[in-house]
């Protein structure tokens, strides 16, 4: 049967077990003809997959909460790591001073530049700084997050610790990672696999084939770490570069061969964002989005 899912945004290194699916004959196996699509945009995805014109795609669980819709059903958050805002350490003291920051996006509206100022707040919060929304203008740019830096915004929001952390870190750029730990929020810097509910009601069998080919590319991923980053580069006909290795080998280590449907594992997301009033979606309707 031939299969469709559109990632959430361009190509790289967190999709790496549909391409070793596809490449090492997984899904072939499992009688799964793939097709990987790249969007145009971020939400083109979600809304193919609600008007049932894909089977499959991939997106942060932030959007399943923002874009919730009775015809989405998750299959399981498969990748997950650390995430949030990105704060140049120089920057740092400018919030305490009460001056004005600049903070770079790729997703740029109200519920999203909510969730960043409010993680932001939060950071603050626990060395006793109040900071006013108005202190914080949220840029919406691509997704070169440190490039946006370097050219002087004071922060990024939305990275991934495995990407932008580590090209932080080979910039050499002296950063502060407000994240889940170190701000106290709900993690969702991750990745789950939605499916339109229709589709698998009526093709069950089918998508637990697609999900058991995904999680054999993750087991063979792990298992053969070197080999996979080498079918990455010819995959995608990428250059090889140290940075790109690094963020490769700290990707691997995301992806979970074990991931489930599971109602209970993102029911704190939910809470998170409906305790700063940016959802009113009850907890029923969002248990209804999993199947466990």
Aim: proline share 3%; charged share 25%; glycine share 6%.
């Amino acid at each position: 049967m031939k299969l469709q899912l559109a990632i959430e945004w361009f190509l790289n290194p967190d999709h790496l077990p549909f391409i070793i699916a596809k490449q090492m004959g997984i899904f072939e196996k499992h009688g799964i003809e793939f097709e990987l699509i790249e969007p145009d945009e971020h939400y083109d995805g979600l809304n193919e997959l609600r008007e049932g014109t894909i089977q499959f795609t991939t997106n942060e669980p932030l959007h399943l909460i923002e874009q919730f819709d009775e015809n989405i059903l998750s299959l399981g958050m498969f990748f997950e790591t650390k995430g949030g805002v990105l704060l140049k350490a120089s920057s740092y003291s400018k919030l305490k001073n009460g001056e004005n920051i600049t903070v770079t996006t790729p997703v740029s509206n109200e519920t999203t530049n909510t969730i960043g100022f409010e993680i932001i707040r939060r950071f603050y919060a626990k060395e006793g700084v109040n900071i006013q929304r108005e202190q914080v203008a949220f840029i919406p740019n691509g997704f070169e997050h440190l490039k946006y830096m370097k050219e002087g915004a004071d922060a990024c929001w939305l990275y991934f610790y495995n990407f932008e952390g580590i090209e932080a870190q080979h910039e050499g750029l002296d950063v502060l990672y407000l994240d889940a730990e170190n701000a106290e929020f709900a993690n969702f810097s991750a990745l789950d696999i939605f499916v339109n509910k229709a589709f698998y009601f009526n093709n069950t069998l089918v998508c637990e084939a697609f999900i058991s080919s995904i999680k054999e590319a993750i087991e063979f991923i792990r298992d053969h770490h070197d080999f996979s980053i080498k079918e990455y580069y010819a995959y995608t006909d990428t250059q090889r570069s140290p940075l790109m290795n690094d963020i490769l080998y700290a990707t691997i280590q995301c992806f979970d061969p074990d991931f489930i449907s599971s109602y209970l594992q993102e029911l704190p997301i939910l809470e998170f964002f409906k305790e700063i009033g940016i959802t009113t979606l009850d907890e029923k309707r969002f248990q209804s989005a999993f199947l466990g």
